[in-house]
């Protein structure tokens, strides 16, 4: 098992230097740079964008500016970001906070709701409760997400009682610790509910016909020959096999908890790193997108090596020699 | 007067900027009839300290350095924070003394001497002095090693000003020759000698003061002081108790105790905020006003409308006469050049461009036309007998058929006198939704003109590199800030300027309304009153609006949304509604 890990690790490495090279040979591939913007403004002369340039290296060749990047991200630098003059580790620190917190929050909703929901539609397979749940999920599969956040925003204005978006009220600072929990749990209702809703949909379908599957087992039919209570069945023979391939798919989830959805938060104003990002790349400030890449990167690796070490433990057929 | 590249309903946050507050600021005392509910006491009652405002911004800020910030979700906040030693008045629009309390000048122009403030403190309790006056101007703004727009400012016909300190209070700039816009450019922020000459003598000057530094590093002279920054969330500015600025009724400024600026991407949900009255301002769309207006008395908020905004839109047809040294070909196809540097091919664009459709379409009704390049707000240079193009297809078919446009083989496209059908690009930047649609409107009565036009939008930067490096385009709908100071848009309108559009970095004028638009504005300068001054820049927009060479658009109207909780408020349509913030007090119940 360890050398499995030791090896998965040794794996990772040429595939994040291939992330980082693709995602600077991309971002370069577009036409201008970040001091584009100062080019169109009058009172600035060329000598003081070529300054400018100089400054961040960008008058440097491509393959010298990715490699010095290279240099200091061993040295544990992420760079310099154009837009915000301070170092990338900086801006990224809180960001990620912030949606990890928005993230594990419309996990836990997701998934508590969704394996539940989906046992419920397997027991009771094409009985009404299962006709209307698939309908239902249907209907959260297939609405936008950033519509429905201005949708649920919409009713709030009128409606009352939650917060328009953010992640704190204004005046949070002088609240209480429980206080300020409860604000931040209040701001995080809409967004985790739009964010869950579309994958509870399909996580509840997944659940349901893997549910399905194992009951259609020979071994169940002779457990409950053999005179089991349905409980007994239905929740320690059954359920244990059919959530095994659900690990897998949390081990995907995982690696989604950082990067963030870029739309969703921009709605609902999350102060996370999906909207950072989307400026970043908008206004070519490489570093920046190169750093949040990389954490995407390093997140699905490390998602998909803990899925299947999870699997391992949880299904004693598999085993990684 | 920096390109506008965001839509044109983002402006809300370049009209704030302290830079326009600044350098460029403003003008018009265009106080709507319409607000029966303000009072517009000039001290008059005694104001009231005490309570909060909650402003929006739609980005996070990029620095707190005033040298290094360029854009305006910066400097909208830096603007509080820092004070010049002149500042141009809001409503007046004339300067006025700030840090300096009062200057002479020497007969010939050249030497100014600024007698300095002896009551003023940096909010850290240091007292302000001219060493700090010549450390900004000397060490900074003069440093190569620093990269900022001022030195671009402050450097008049290549060459330095010379700052020297001649007492503790008292500084003397010599210029190189006469410049007229040198007292308005002197609103730019000094910058405490204490706090940035070590990070300037270990060469970190340039990164000092981001948005990671911790906010008691940060100290002014500005009526406020920063006192929390959370990312992506708030920016949180407190009452400088230090400030100097009395009222004139001799109280203490500021009276408000506390700017919060909410960081808010969406202007939809900037929108709902404001009428949850979670936000107290609000610049909004045209679009959005018949959606508001009716809730002005039940959300306890007023409309303003504040007349044009200020700022530029226009169509510019790609003139470069250039060869392209790559390649050896002419940058513009020579057919095409040859249409687009016909003057009666310009006109009759300029009147099929249908404005009042525009206004009613794009703005919802709530804009106005453009016809000159200075704001028709800016009651100092503002030329109001230029000329003006109807909107007139008979007389644009009139004008094109005098230039030898004209459809000989009936297929509804006109050919010019050679036989080539006309046809062109016409792009626009991608973000700028409203632009988008007036460039639809725009090439709807192009082919009513029997033009071909391929509408095409594009990112950006890629929109930038077309107009300033590779000049392989045809006509770009843009746009430009506002600004005070003609002067200041020089690059675009001398002959020689990199963003002469049409015709960049020309060795000598190509045409002769350019040769005389070039001395215009070498003229212009050194001429020291603003009286003085007119009747030049009138020429130059009459020249403008005579040779076309941007064909201007619209202007959409600047509207204000502001709940109605504030007193002593006198909104001046160039400088907004809260330029005085310092002076604005809350009514009773807000307190």
């Known amino acids: ?321 | 007067m920096r390109v506008n590249n965001l839509p044109l309903l983002n402006r809300r946050e370049l009209i704030f900027t302290s830079r326009a507050k600044k350098l460029l600021t403003c003008l018009v005392v265009f106080l709507l009839l319409a607000m029966p509910a303000l009072s517009f006491g000039q001290g008059a009652s005694a104001g009231k300290h005490g309570g909060q405002i909650v402003f929006t911004s739609i980005s996070d800020p990029k620095s707190f350095n005033p040298l290094i910030a360029q854009e305006t979700s910066s400097t909208s906040i830096i603007g509080y924070l820092f004070e010049g030693l002149t500042r141009t008045n809001g409503l007046t629009l004339e300067v006025e003394p700030n840090l300096a309390q009062r200057w002479e000048v020497s007969e010939d122009g050249l030497m100014w001497v600024f007698y300095l403030r002896q009551d003023v403190f940096w909010s850290d309790g240091t007292p302000f002095t001219a060493d700090d006056v010549i450390f900004t101007f000397n060490d900074l703004i003069y440093n190569d090693d620093v990269p900022c727009s001022e030195r671009d400012i402050f450097t008049i016909d290549g060459k330095e000003i010379r700052v020297e300190k001649l007492d503790p209070y008292r500084v003397q700039f010599t210029l190189p020759v006469k410049f007229a816009p040198f007292l308005r450019t002197l609103g730019a922020a000094i910058l405490p000698r204490h706090k940035l000459a070590g990070p300037l003598a270990k060469g970190e000057f340039n990164f000092t003061w981001g948005v990671d530094a911790p906010v008691a590093e940060i100290v002014g002279t500005g009526p406020y002081v920063l006192t929390r920054y959370q990312p992506g969330q708030q920016v949180v500015l407190t009452a400088n108790t230090r400030y100097w600025r009395m009222s004139p009724g001799g109280q203490r400024l500021p009276f408000i105790s506390k700017i919060i600026f909410l960081i808010v991407q969406n202007q939809d949900v900037a929108l709902l905020k404001f009428l949850e009255g979670e936000i107290d301002a609000l610049s909004i769309r045209g679009a959005d006003f018949p959606l508001l207006k009716p809730m002005e008395k039940e959300k306890n908020f007023i409309v303003f409308d504040l007349g044009p905004a200020p700022g530029s839109n226009f169509i510019v047809l790609n003139q470069n006469t250039k060869v392209n040294p790559k390649t050896g070909q002419p940058f513009v196809d020579p057919m095409k050049l040859g249409w687009f540097s016909n003057i009666y091919f310009r006109q009759a664009l300029a009147h099929a461009i249908d404005k009042k459709k525009i206004i009613d379409i794009v703005m919802n009704g709530l804009g106005y036309p453009q016809d000159s390049p200075v704001d028709p707000n800016n009651n100092i240079f503002y030329n109001p007998h230029v000329i003006t193009y109807d909107y007139d297809l008979n007389k644009a078919r009139e004008l094109l058929a005098q230039a030898g446009f004209m459809d000989r083989d009936g297929d509804g496209i006109i050919e010019d006198a050679k036989g080539n059908k006309v046809e062109f690009n016409l792009y626009t930047n991608s973000n700028a939704v409203e632009r988008m649609q007036i460039a639809a409107i725009i090439r709807h009565d192009l082919k009513r003109l029997g033009m071909n036009v391929n509408f095409i939008a594009l990112e950006f930067n890629n929109l930038v590199s077309k107009l300033m490096a590779n000049y392989d385009w045809d006509a770009i709908i843009l746009g430009l800030t506002g600004g005070l100071e003609p002067h200041f848009g020089k690059n675009v309108w001398v002959s020689n300027g990199q963003l002469h559009f049409w015709n960049p970095g020309q060795e000598a004028p190509a045409t002769k309304w350019e040769a005389r638009v070039d001395e215009i504005f070498d003229q212009g300068v050194q001429i020291l009153s603003d009286k003085g001054r007119k009747p030049l820049y009138d020429e130059w927009q009459m020249i403008v609006s005579k040779e076309l060479p941007l064909i201007y658009t619209v202007l959409s109207s600047y509207l204000m949304a502001v709940r109605d909780k504030f007193e002593n408020l006198t909104p001046s349509s160039y400088s907004g509604v809260f330029y005085n913030l310092e002076e604005i007090y809350l009514k009773e119940k807000y307190r």
């Not at chain 1, 963030?260 to 070519?284: D, H, Q, Y």
């Open chain 1, 1 to 321: 098992m360890l050398k499995f890990i030791i090896r998965r690790v040794l794996v990772a490495i040429p595939l994040l230097l291939g992330i980082s090279l693709m995602t600077f040979a991309l971002i370069q591939l577009t036409p201008g740079n970040f001091f584009d913007a100062l080019k169109l403004d009058p009172r600035i002369s060329p000598a003081t964008i070529a300054h400018y340039e100089k400054l961040y290296s960008l008058d440097k060749p491509l393959i010298v500016q990715y490699f010095s990047w290279l240099k200091n991200l061993l040295k544990g630098d992420f760079g310099y970001s154009f837009y915000y003059s301070c170092p990338v580790g900086q801006i990224l620190q809180g960001r990620l906070f912030n949606t990890f917190v928005l993230s594990l929050s419309s996990l836990l909703f997701t998934w508590m709701i969704a394996i539940p929901l989906g046992i419920v539609m397997a027991v009771y397979r094409n009985r009404f409760i299962d006709k209307f749940l698939s309908f239902i999920s249907f209907l959260c599969l297939s609405v936008p997400s950033f519509f429905l956040a201005i949708l649920l925003l919409y009713a709030v204005s009128i409606v009352g009682g939650l917060p328009l978006g953010g992640m704190q009220s204004v005046n949070a600072q002088a609240m209480g610790f429980w206080a300020k929990f409860a604000d931040l749990l209040a701001h995080l209702m809409i967004p985790t509910i739009v964010i869950s809703i579309g994958t509870m949909a399909g996580l509840q379908r997944i659940m349901r016909s893997n549910f399905l599957e194992v009951l259609g087992q020979q071994y169940i039919l002779a457990a409950r020959a053999k005179g089991l209570s349905e409980n007994k069945v239905l929740f320690k023979h059954a359920l244990r096999n059919a959530i095994n391939p659900m690990i897998t798919i949390l081990g995907y989830h995982f690696s989604e908890l950082l990067s963030g959805a870029a739309l969703v938060e921009i709605i609902c104003n999350w102060p996370g790193i999906g909207s950072l990002m989307l400026t970043a790349v908008r206004s070519k400030d490489v570093y920046l997108v190169m750093a949040s890449m990389l954490m995407g990167g390093i997140l699905l690796l490390l998602g998909n090596l803990l899925a299947d070490i999870m699997l391992a433990w949880a299904d004693p057929r598999i085993r990684y020699e």
